[in-house]
């Protein structure tokens, strides 16, 4: 399985950005998709999930400020991220999982938010 981030850029504090992530090539089904994040000399991160049915999970520091959804024919996932705060820099990434229990992540974008 391919994915592929897109979205991430620049902000200052307060503004938005949208990522998406898109994953192909799989004759697997993709189940649970979901956004992470990396800073660091950190460990990497659960920013939010979302199930094909839409059942959702977000990390408390982003609660009330991001938002995933997904597009299920297209295979396509999407983070709308709003208020965005300087801890939210870091480097941002997909993964798709497949009906196999298979993990595919993409390459990760980056997302800078300044003061």
């Known amino acids: 399985v391919q994915v592929v981030e897109s979205g991430g850029g620049l902000v200052q504090a307060g503004g938005s950005l949208r990522l998406s992530c898109a994953a192909s090539?799989?004759?697997?089904?993709?189940?649970?998709m979901g956004w992470y994040r990396r800073t660091p000399g950190k460990q990497r991160e659960l920013v939010a999930t979302?199930?094909?049915?839409?059942?959702?999970d977000y990390a408390d520091s982003v609660k009330g400020r991001f938002t995933i959804s997904r597009d299920n024919a297209k295979n396509t996932v999407y983070l709308q991220m709003n208020s965005l705060k300087p801890e939210d820099t870091a480097v941002y990434y997909c993964?798709?999982?497949?009906?196999?229990?298979?993990?595919?992540w993409g390459q990760g974008t980056q997302v800078t938010v300044s003061s």
């Open positions: 993964k798709a999982r497949l009906s196999i229990g298979y993990d595919g």
């Open positions: 979302i199930t094909t049915g839409g059942n959702t």
């Open positions: 090539g799989s004759i697997f089904s993709i189940n649970t």
